[in-house]
Each structure stands twice: as C-alpha cells, then as structure tokens.
C-alpha cells in the first residue's frame, strides 16, 4: 500500500473542494427552465410545485443546490431544471444539518 504524504493529502483535498464548488456552479449555470409539472420525470416522481406534505418541501432536500432565499433553485434530481423550493417529490430526503 503506497502512503499519502502531507503535501499530497492537501493537493488531493484541495482539489476535491473546488471540483465540487464548480460542479456546484456549473449545475446552476446550466439550469434555466423551471421544471413543469408535466415533465415525464416530474410525474414519475409525483412533483408538485407547492408541497402538501408536513414539514418536506425542496428548500431543506438534500438535493437542492443554490442559495436559501431564492424561489427556484437547482435540483440534482432534475438535471437542467429549476424546482419551486415550496415544492416537493417522492426522491425528497432531509437535509443533514
């Protein structure tokens, strides 16, 4: 097995966080229509845009991406689409805190 030194480890690390940062900012250049409750992958996945269910809705999923605040935002599950943050599907999965 082949150690990891110091200087390495930080290389390694140090790039992991600015891919991420950039996916994280490529995913939101490149969503731009919001998502429509006719979208194929919305019904399958029972999308509503103004959630029903008790304390879920896309603003605290895990999977959306953007800035708190804002009124659609990025969805990993909807790749290129804006979801309503008042929204909600059956993919929805609590935000860690």
Not at 19 to 29: E, K, P
């Amino acid at each position: 097995m082949k150690s990891v030194n110091r200087r390495d480890f930080l290389k390694l690390t140090g790039s992991t966080v600015i891919g991420m940062t950039l996916g994280g900012v490529a995913l939101r250049a490149n969503a731009q229509e919001q998502l429509q409750a006719d979208d194929p992958t919305a019904k399958a996945l029972n999308y509503t845009p103004s959630s029903t269910t008790s304390g879920q809705k896309c603003a605290n999923c895990m999977y959306i991406q953007g800035s708190d605040g804002e009124q659609h935002r990025p969805c990993a599950i909807f790749p290129g689409k804006l979801v309503a943050a008042e929204g909600w599907c059956s993919a929805w999965v609590k935000r860690p805190s």
